[in-house]
């Protein structure tokens, strides 16, 4: 059984930075693709990073380009989302997310989900 844990969430300031982290259960965490994602109130979930099973590949939404970048640590099963120069509009539910398939890049299908960290901006 997979679990996937967050933590690191906050209420901060417009240009606050965080960092979250995403800790993984069982041995298989280096073999998948990890994501993460966010919800906000009344809006769809959305994709905000993705790092490949070896953390050689990324992908970043736009939104968030060049202000977060997240990264891995295979050896501790842990996953991060370091964001910087934090906007109001990034205030939402963030979720941790391991690939479905194998030695994915983060770009396939999500099956296993945390319970999520909430952050908060304020302006």
């Known amino acids: 059984q997979v679990q996937l844990v967050e933590s690191g969430g906050g209420l901060v300031q417009a240009g606050d930075s965080l960092r979250l982290s995403c800790a993984a259960s069982g041995r298989t965490f280096s073999m998948y693709g990890m994501g993460w994602f966010r919800q906000a109130p009344g809006k769809e979930r959305e994709v905000v990073a993705a790092?490949?099973?070896?953390?050689?590949?990324?992908y970043y939404a736009d939104s968030v380009k060049g202000r977060f970048t997240i990264s891995r640590d295979n050896a501790k099963k842990t996953l991060y989302l370091q964001m910087n120069s934090l906007k109001p509009e990034d205030t939402a539910l963030y979720l941790c997310?391991?690939?479905?398939?194998?030695w994915g890049d983060g770009r396939g299908r999500y099956a296993y989900w945390g319970q999520g960290t909430q952050v908060t901006v304020s302006s």
């Open positions: 997310a391991r690939e479905q398939a194998s």
């Open positions: 790092i490949s099973w070896s953390g050689g590949g990324t």
